[in-house]
């Protein structure tokens, strides 16, 4: 009896077990080997489940592996895509789910072509390496016998520079090698043993360096090896704050941009084929005149065709575009309308170009107290980015963390993303959205600069992983990309085409793209940053020299602009975008001192003093604004003769202006705008004054 009891429990158990083990995993998994036609392996290929939000990337080898449902029904799609290849779907059925699929891909036109120029680029660069490195050593040999003798000892020893030389000539072979590495060709030998002992003047032990470059290399390792991520010499060791940057909003120096645009920026537009410049401004408020926030605002043509999409920003402000993709066909159809839809209500107006009027609109519901903030911090990590990177990664962990100590009433969700290019050994490497800021914080530490080769890099890549791949909130406050990177993409046309795609669907969700620039970035770079900062109601960021960090920086083509701390900008400009409207309109505490944080106040030209004048240190001697709080007009006495004077809002942005003949006293309508702080901006014997008022309705 015992034994047959324990053969039923054991058959029990066993059955248990089975059971446990078929169906303890409620997925199953599909997989893959994607290839070329010539039957070599893909990698980074994007692959989904049609009719699902299932969708994976496949690896440097490229294999891949879908994992969905175990209740999935059969058959089903899985399409593959790539800016570089044409798209495909194959149909996985019940029968063939367990075999390993094998899909081939074809080139899209002009890839293959685009891979021969790089290649061929490559091949230059290589040889403009070996020329550098048989410089190398012929200064080695010259240097062979250079020799100093201490006076006291009688010591010998080798002079610094033709340490650094010795060094210099290692890190050029090292290079040359990576380089023909990825082109399938043997390393070249060297005549040199780099780790033969040598004492250097100050006593270090060159072998002890193992490869790695002291303080004191020269200037010309950083030509030799630009992409390997050397420091410099000189340069200060790694922290947050020692970066120094400008902003260029152009929103707040809108003609100067339409003039710019149209001249020496001109000849990139033909190259992205993006082009900001018919705007239509629209601001939504309640009755009570706060901003409502998160509302979509859409601009149709007379057939009712959606030309531009976007959501109100925490001002209850659209920036909404027409032809601003060159080569749309959706751009035609004038006159246009705006509509307004919130809570299931919708309203349509009549819309203006900006140069006319803000185009305003009201709606009878309730002020929004939404305070979600979704910030993903996308950044470029090829080898071209390594004389700032460990820099930049010091002041993105700082602001993060005082973003979150400074704005306790933000619902704060940061992530990460960093990329580089085709043929390296990643395209993306991410940390998803965590409302645990130190998991975004850890990522952005662990990443490092290597790669690239070529100038443009997957740049189109990373903006589709973040803007169609992470899981945004929609009811928020703000939502922005943080874009650092020193090289644009590819300009292929699927490149261009991913572009724009992205900039539309950024637009779309009420995603902010704000660039920030660093060294070694081009024209065509910044044309292309500050027209996708306008399309999304961004700005634009770039470094500069002042912090004697990094490689030279390109100055932006504008007038004038305020060079600061990075760290400062930063936070600044997710102040602005994040400030939540006052519903409650309680302003008992409203200083209208002008603060650190209101340099964003609209100066579209650049200051130059007339001779024989002073700064008026006390502008009520030379304007007037009242009633402040203002419930809707606004009067303005200007005491003297003032040429220009603009209202402007807490972003920066210019709202309206007016140019004066005579001083005179006249009132400014603002009824339409939302409640909240603005500045009367005016110019006068070449200096910009500003007063801040409260509009209160």
Not at 80 to 108: G, P
Not at 662 to 677: C, Q, R, W
Request: glycine share 4%.
């Amino acid at each position: 009896m015992f034994k047959l009891k324990f053969r039923v429990m054991f058959f029990i158990c066993l059955l248990a077990a089975t059971n446990f083990i078929l169906f303890a995993s409620d997925v199953m998994e599909i997989r893959g080997i994607i290839l070329d036609n010539k039957s070599n392996p893909i990698p980074y290929i994007f692959v989904s489940v049609d009719n699902t939000d299932i969708k994976v990337i496949s690896d440097i080898d490229g294999n891949f592996v879908v994992r969905v449902p175990i209740n999935t029904k059969f058959p089903m799609q899985l399409t593959f895509t790539s800016v570089n290849y044409v798209s495909q779907t194959i149909t996985v059925t019940k029968s063939n789910r367990k075999k390993v699929q094998k899909i081939k891909l074809v080139a899209k036109e002009g890839y293959l072509e685009f891979e021969r120029k790089r290649l061929e680029e490559l091949e230059k660069r290589i040889e403009k390496l070996r020329l550098a490195r048989e410089e190398l050593l012929n200064e080695i040999e010259k240097d062979s016998f250079i020799y100093d003798t201490c006076a006291e000892t009688g010591e010998i020893r080798i002079l610094r520079d033709s340490v650094k030389v010795r060094l210099a000539e290692h890190i050029a072979k090292e290079h040359i090698d990576e380089r023909m590495a990825t082109m399938g060709m043997g390393s070249i030998p060297t005549k040199i043993d780099a780790t033969a002992h040598f004492t250097t003047m100050d006593g270090v032990d060159g072998a002890a360096l193992e490869g790695g470059v002291p303080k004191t290399t020269l200037d010309a390792t950083m030509m030799i090896a630009p992409s390997i991520g050397i420091q410099p010499p000189n340069q200060p060791d790694a922290a947050a704050g020692l970066l120094t940057a400008g902003e260029l909003n152009d929103f707040t120096k809108w003609k100067l941009w339409e003039d710019i645009a149209s001249t020496e920026l001109n000849q990139h537009i033909n190259t992205w084929k993006i082009y900001p410049q018919e705007r239509y401004v629209a601001q939504l408020t309640n009755p009570s005149g706060n901003a409502i926030v998160n509302a979509k605002v859409t601009l149709r043509d007379n057939q009712g065709n959606n030309i531009w999409q976007t959501w109100t920003d925490n001002t209850g402000k659209a920036e909404l575009w027409a032809n601003i993709l060159t080569d749309s066909a959706l751009n035609t159809g004038k006159p246009y309308y705006i509509e307004f839809e919130y809570e299931k209500q919708i309203e349509r107006i009549e819309a203006a170009p900006f140069y006319v009027r803000i185009n305003t609109a009201e709606m009878n519901v309730k002020c929004n107290e939404v305070n979600a903030v979704d910030i993903d911090f996308i950044v470029d990590a090829t080898g071209s980015m390594g004389d700032e990177i460990r820099y930049l990664q010091e002041e993105l962990y700082d602001v993060i963390k005082k973003l979150e100590s400074n704005n306790p009433h933000i619902d704060l969700r940061t992530g990460s993303i960093f990329y580089r290019d085709f043929g390296d050994d990643y395209i993306i490497r991410k940390s998803e959205f965590d409302k645990d800021i130190h998991k975004t914080i850890d990522f952005i530490k662990e990443q490092s600069a290597a790669g690239g080769g070529d100038y443009p890099e997957a740049v189109d890549i990373a903006l589709y992983e973040s803007i169609e791949n992470r899981d945004w909130r929609q009811n928020t406050l703000a939502k922005i990309i943080f874009l650092v990177l020193d090289a644009p993409p590819h300009s292929l046309d699927s490149c261009i085409k991913q572009m724009q795609r992205q900039v539309r669907i950024a637009a779309m969700k009420g995603i902010r793209i704000v660039p920030l620039v660093c060294s070694g970035a081009d024209k065509n770079t910044e044309y292309l940053m500050r027209a996708i900062a306008l399309a999304t109601n961004g700005t634009y960021v770039f470094l500069t020299d002042e912090s004697g960090i990094g490689d030279p920086h390109i100055k932006p083509t504008t007038d004038k602009y305020e060079v600061e701390k990075l760290n400062h900008i930063l936070l600044r400009v997710i102040t602005q975008f994040s400030t939540p409207p006052n519903c409650s309109n309680d302003w008992a505490n409203f200083d209208t001192t002008i603060t650190s944080f209101d340099k964003f106040i609209s100066k579209p030209y650049k200051e130059n003093p007339e001779e024989n004048t002073e700064r008026i240190d006390d502008i009520s001697n030379l304007l007037k604004v009242y009633p402040i709080p203002c419930d809707g007009i606004l009067s303005v006495e200007t005491l003297y003769h003032i040429s220009h004077l603009y209202v402007s809002d807490i972003t920066g942005k210019v709202l309206q202006n007016f140019e004066l003949e005579d001083a005179k006293s006249f009132t400014v309508d603002l009824t339409g705008y939302s409640n909240g702080v603005y500045f009367v901006n005016a110019f006068y014997q070449g200096r910009w004054y500003s007063v801040k008022f409260l509009l209160n309705r």
